[in-house]
């Protein structure tokens, strides 16, 4: 994907002060200023108000934050998710070299516009449907829980002070995946260095050290996972990498390039996110104590506690949209082949659809599940099930097991702007046993 370099001591260019097309406000996006990543909704609040469809020049697009204008343009099927129909600018000249570098990158699912994007996600539909997840509830469980024993056993009974993403939540869904897709389990650790490669590879902004050694990290992961392809050929059992290999629709196959691309996505999507949600939604939780005790008093509520720890600070801060005809956004008309950033994170937050609380958790929102951090219209979630599934798990054995939390130092944010999360999370709390 594009991206405007970092210099090794910070940020080489400097946000533009952004005067927006459509407004008389002049507000700035500076993805690159301090304290972006702690907290960016500050930045989404001024351009909400003052500049809804703001104009970087960083990004070389235009950034949307409104609920009304993300929701419709995710929903606009005259926009495209393909980067060919891009207005060429120095960043979309460097993402089309860098695609041809890595001709697979560009065949994933969440790059390709109808029909090719229907055929493939139709091909990898069925076993992310709510009932062939659902069945994975025990499994999923299980593993869960075994994950808080070993805290116990390495931080023992009494108060201890962990890192809840590190020890916790940023390991557990790619084991959970790589189980479902059938991986070799001591393959785990390296499945989840090459995931952080590729969620980093997402973000326009990087240096160039960091690119070359993500783009070593997808080279390595592809060789690793041709060789489970090709093994899951030669002998296929029950598990998710075979049901891919051998699905088959009207005659159709995915093609070994694409089933490729499709795998990596898989990763990068299930990963990053559902660790973000796990983390973040603890964090939101410590925070807003009388939430959480809420949700200790009502466990009914846990599944919209789910929605609404999404809405309030969910992973999903962009996704990237190209006019292919003048469109109008907002009050702005953007040309045909604009580079769109629009930004479910800032829509999720806009007082004007959630109302004046829109900064605030509330376990019991009632339209908590309109939110936009799955996306909408035709590039939804795929995966949305099974994030769900791993959360309402994790934070049930949370509620149940981690007793007395507490924040026992600063959360680390990292340095992701599309897809962000917490890279540690220090809390303090007493790791009950298993409930009977
Ligand atoms: C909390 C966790 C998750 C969040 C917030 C999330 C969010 C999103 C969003 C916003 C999109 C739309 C991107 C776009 O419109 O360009 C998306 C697409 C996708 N997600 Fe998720 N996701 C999560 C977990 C998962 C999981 C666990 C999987 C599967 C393992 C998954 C698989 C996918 C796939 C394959 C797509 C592409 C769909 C398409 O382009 O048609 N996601 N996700």
């Known amino acids: 994907m594009a991206r405007a370099e970092r210099g090794p001591n910070g940020p080489a260019r400097r946000a533009e002060s952004g005067i927006g097309m459509s407004g008389t406000a002049a507000v700035g996006f500076d993805p690159l200023a301090e304290g972006f990543a702690a907290s960016p909704y500050e930045q989404y609040e001024q351009l909400r108000d003052h500049d809804p469809v703001h104009r970087s020049e960083l990004l070389q697009g235009w950034v949307v934050t409104r609920f009304e204008d993300v929701g419709r343009l995710l929903r606009d099927t005259s926009v495209s998710s393909d980067i060919h129909h891009a207005t060429p600018n120095p960043l979309t000249i460097m993402e089309l070299e860098l695609l041809t570098e890595q001709p697979r990158a560009s065949r994933t699912v969440v790059l390709m516009d109808d029909p090719d994007h229907a ?6 539909a069925e076993p992310f449907r709510p009932r062939e997840i659902e069945q994975l509830r025990e499994r999923v469980t299980t593993r869960i829980d ?10 023992g009974g009494g108060r201890a ?4 993403v590190g020890e916790f939540a940023y390991p557990l869904p790619v084991e959970i995946f790589s189980e479902m897709l059938g991986m070799p389990e001591e393959d785990s650790p390296r499945f989840r260095y090459w995931a952080q490669c590729v969620a980093r590879m997402v973000d326009p902004i ?9 783009t070593r990290g997808l080279d390595d992961m592809y060789a690793y996972l041709e060789e ?14 075979s049901a891919l290999v051998h699905a088959e629709i009207d005659g159709e196959r995915l093609s070994h390039e694409d089933l490729l691309a499709q795998l990596v996505t898989l990763y990068l999507a299930g990963h990053e996110p559902t660790a973000s949600l796990i983390g973040a939604g603890t964090l939101a939780l410590i925070r807003e104590p009388d939430q959480l005790a809420h949700l200790r008093q009502d466990r009914d509520l846990l599944r919209n506690a789910l929605s609404e720890l999404l809405r309030f600070d969910g992973p999903n801060h962009f996704v990237r949209r190209i006019t292919t005809r003048p469109t109008v956004v907002g009050n702005t008309d953007l040309p045909g082949g604009a580079v769109i ?4 994170a800032s829509a999720n937050r806009d007082p004007r659809r959630w109302g004046d609380d829109a900064d605030h958790v509330r ?7 309109q939110h936009l951090q799955f996306g909408a219209g035709v590039h939804a979630c795929l995966g949305s099930h099974l ?16 007793a007395h939390l507490e924040l026992a130092g600063t959360p680390d944010w990292g340095n992701r702007m599309f897809i962000r999360g917490l890279t540690a999370l220090p809390i303090a709390c007493s790791i009950r046993d298993r409930v009977a």
């Open 206 to 214: 990087m240096s160039t050290a960091e690119r070359e050694e993500c």
């Open 161 to 164: 002070e962990i890192d809840l």
């Open 387 to 402: 994030a769900r599934l791993q959360a309402e798990i994790a934070f049930t054995a949370i509620l149940d097991r981690l």
């Open 228 to 241: 489970q392809v090709d093994r899951k050929r030669a002998h296929p059992n029950d598990d998710l990498l």
């Open 146 to 155: 075994r994950a808080i024993d070993r805290l116990r056993e390495q931080h």
């Open 341 to 344: 950033y629009a930004s479910p």
């Open 119 to 124: 055929r493939i996600r139709s091909l990898m």
């Open 363 to 369: 376990v019991d929102r009632s339209d908590a599940s």
